[in-house]
Each structure stands twice: as C-alpha cells, then as structure tokens.
C-alpha cells in the first residue's frame, strides 16, 4: 500500500456513509436475558423455573455453570447443576450475567479489531459492576444502574464492527495502532449507541444515559443521580488503564465520589474487578489470532522505565488454560513473559510469579504477543494490582 493511498482513503466518511445509509449491523438483545429479565422483576418465580428458562439457552447455561465455580463466585464445592449454579450466584445476578454474557459474544465475533473489541467490553463489564456497586451505596436501583454503566458506550462495539466492515471492503487503509482505531470508534459510540438502544426498545433511561454521559450538566436527565454514578464509573474505568494500581488518592479527583469512604471502598472494589471479568469471559479465541493481530495493530513494547532483566518461572491462567512460561524482564508498565503458546490480545490472564521467596499472583492484560525464537514473546500490564502485590512489583523493579 502506497502512502497516497492511504491518504485517498476516508474512514470517518466512510462510516458517515454507512450510519446514513441504516446498513451497519446491530446485534440482537439476547433473547433468553429478557425472559429472565421479566421473572425477575415479577418477583413471582421458583428456582426450577429459572433453571429451566436457563438451560433452554445452551450457551448461557455453560456461562452460568462457568461463572458460578470461577474464583469470583465459588464458594466451596464444585456445582454441576444449573440450579445449584443460580442458588450459589442468586437470581438478580444471575439476570445480569445473562445480559453481560449475551451481549459479549458481539466482543468476541471475528474480525481484525478483536483486540479493541475485548478492550472496550472489559471496560464496559468494569464499569456495569462499578455503577451497581456505587447505587446500592447510595440506595439507587443497582440492576439499572449495572445495565446503564454495561450499555452506555456499547456503540463502540458497533463502531468497531462497522470498522472491520470498511476495512475489509479497502484494504488500503492500512495498519493503525489500537488507539487509532479507538480513537475512531469512540467518535460514533453516542449515536451508534442510541440507534442501537432504539432497535432494542430499551427504557428511555438508558438512552437519556447513552446521549448524557460525558455532559457536565445532568440537570437534563430525569436520573441526574445515576447518570453522575455512570460518569463517574467513566472516570474510574480510565484510571485503571492509565495505573497498576488505583488508590484512594488517585480517586479524590473524581468529584462525583465525594466521601472518602465512598472512594476507600471503590478502591478496594476495583481489586476484585479483573476476576469478575475473568468469570464473565466466553470461549478463548484461537491462540494464532493473536499473533496476525499484533501485525495489524503494531507491536509496540509496553515495558517504559525503569526496566529490569530478570528470570523467574511463571505459571498463568489463560481463561480455561493453564500455561507456563518464565520472565524475561520487568519495567514500569508491564512485564515480559518468554511462553510456549500464543495469547490473545487484551485477553485477561492470571499470572503466579514463582519469585523467591515470595511468590505472588496478580492480574493482567496481554497487550503484545510476538513470535519469538521456538514461542512467544509476550508483554502483560499489570491491572488493580493490590496493595501488597504493588509493593512487590516495585521491590523487582529496584
């Protein structure tokens, strides 16, 4: 591809065409979500019910038995019934996973911006659980507050499709970094985002949160408490992708989290998020995916400064798989990992560190995965590293 072709290539008209013209698709409200949706707040159900209206669902009945004996929600032994699994996560959880898993599909659906695709849903799973958590703190209904923080930028969901969509009709584009195609996306997730909340017939709440999140006046929404909940998950969200670690301090500036308590208690929340989404992640995409991406998204290390080579053997959790590998080096911004097999982008992974004398597990987001000598080289950002386990990324960085 010449450089002349790339400039003759116009994507923002190109999606503007696409938008006017009503082609781009909108995926389907999962259908079995909203069965339960209706059970639940009847409130007039039996367990076997549930179970039932689960199960016709082969896909979320895997989810939900997933879910139930994944390490955010196992409590003891291993359940292999549908009903146990919702006894043990409860109906109104149960209702969200249902909405969550439905809709991740859409994430994980093939196509070149896979990596941005897991990225943007991961930040909405994150931002759902933060808006429920900071409702119910503040006596505000925590199930719409979950569905608002979940749906509010799925748009860019459905601007990453309508990306893949351009892209394989002009090839010409060309590779952009991951952050272009972000950037591109995050331009059309308000009206992507309305349209799709039309198409599905969602309560008018929603849309008034889709249109107003980034407002600065809420007065104009009849919810102006829950849209400064979902504005403020926007906020918090961000945060965790700029640090390894988000303290109380770090969130004194989120006007909206107004009580130092209140801040204390979303820092301790955000520790528990990566397993969450974790739980909530659907069939791995083939290990190869990774490496052709990382070819059309740019490969950039994410190591920074300070870096430090150093060797030490490591064991990682890859959704259902279990790898093992060894470190190569660590720095600032993440840590380098030499593993036999590929992973793909902005997949979560679970990492044991077998450093002396103290081994520790953390969280993170495989953000480069390379082909490298008989492997992989791959380069994980640590994310809402605790306390302690911060400490210890800083004594291996000294």
């Not at 990596?115 to 659980?129: C, F, T, V």
């Not at 080096?329 to 990492?351: C, D, F, H, R, S």
């Not at 450093?355 to 080289?377: D, L, Q």
Request: net charge negative; aromatic share 6%.
């Amino acid at each position: 591809m010449t450089e002349a072709a790339a400039v003759e290539f116009d994507l923002d008209r190109a999606i503007v065409e696409l938008i006017s013209r009503e082609s781009f698709k909108v995926p389907p409200y999962p259908a079995v979500a909203l069965r339960i949706e209706g059970m639940v707040r009847s409130k007039e159900y039996g367990l076997d019910q549930l179970a039932e209206t689960i199960g016709s669902d082969p896909a979320l009945a895997a989810d939900i038995l997933r879910c139930a004996n994944s390490v955010f929600y196992s409590r003891g032994a291993p359940v292999t019934s549908i009903k146990h699994a919702v006894t043990r996560i409860g109906g109104k959880e149960v209702l969200r996973l249902a909405i969550a898993t439905g809709l991740g599909i859409h994430a994980r659906s093939a196509g070149p911006l896979i990596p941005l695709k897991r990225q943007i849903w991961h930040e909405s799973l994150a931002s759902g659980m933060i808006c429920q958590f900071l409702a119910d703190r503040r006596a505000l209904p925590a199930e719409e507050a979950f569905v608002c923080g979940l749906l509010h930028d799925f748009g860019k969901l459905v601007a990453a499709a309508c990306i893949e969509e351009i892209l394989g009709q002009h090839p010409e584009a060309g590779a952009k970094p991951i952050e272009f195609w972000g950037a591109v996306a995050d331009r059309y997730h308000q009206e992507l985002g309305l349209v799709t909340a039309a198409r599905w017939h969602l309560p008018s709440l929603v849309a008034d949160v889709i249109s107003l999140h980034h407002s600065k006046d809420f007065s104009k929404s009849e919810t102006p408490d829950l849209l400064e909940v979902v504005a403020a998950s926007d906020l918090v969200v961000a945060l965790l992708d700029q640090k390894p670690q988000v303290t109380e301090e770090d969130l004194v500036g989120i006007a909206a989290l107004r009580r130092p308590d209140e801040r204390a208690a979303v820092a301790r929340v955000l520790q528990t998020i990566p397993a969450y989404i974790a739980a909530l992640e659907g069939p791995d995409t083939k290990s190869v995916a990774a490496v052709s991406f990382s070819k059309i998204l740019g490969p950039n290390s994410i190591l920074g400064d300070p870096q430090k080579q150093l060797t030490f053997p490591v064991k990682m959790s890859v959704g259902v798989e279990q790898i093992e590998g060894q470190a190569m080096g660590i720095g600032a911004g993440g840590i380098a990992l030499a593993t036999p097999k590929a992973v793909p982008l902005n997949q979560l992974i679970e990492i044991n560190a077998l450093v002396e004398p103290k081994p520790f597990s953390f969280w993170g987001a495989a953000k480069v995965c390379v082909a490298e000598g008989n492997g992989f080289r791959l380069e994980v950002k640590p994310l809402a590293l605790s306390t302690d386990n911060r400490a210890r990324w800083q004594e291996l960085l000294k």
